[in-house]
């Protein structure tokens, strides 16, 4: 999926996220576009994944498990209807000559 720009170009996120990866972001944080660490001279000293498992590792953060419902889910015994807003009407009399 693209997006086009208020020019009327198309442009592919995607796939300029995928040209780009490995260019260092700008700042100060010493990664690149992926979030892997770099080193001196822009080499990767660390990848993206080990950062991630060390974080996890040393924060505790339990893994995310999956909610199961107890019962399960029972339809409605009347289904639910939206009504619809009141709309006024405004009338006008029109007078005749008897």
């Not at 996120?13 to 944080?29: D, R, V």
């Not at 080499?43 to 590792?57: D, K, L, P």
């Not at 399960?72 to 006008?92: L, M, N, R």
């Amino acid at each position: 999926m693209g997006y086009r720009t208020m020019q009327g170009r198309e442009i592919d996120l995607e796939k300029l996220i995928q040209q780009n990866e490995l260019m260092p972001a700008i700042g100060n944080m010493q990664v690149n576009a992926r979030g892997d660490e770099l080193g001196p001279g822009g080499q990767i000293s660390r990848r993206r994944e080990e950062v991630i498992a060390e974080y996890y590792e040393n924060n505790n953060i339990p893994a995310q498990k999956k909610t199961t419902t107890a019962a399960p889910v029972e339809a409605a015994a009347a289904p639910i209807v939206e009504a619809e807003p009141e709309v006024a009407v405004k009338t006008k009399r029109i007078q005749t000559e008897e």
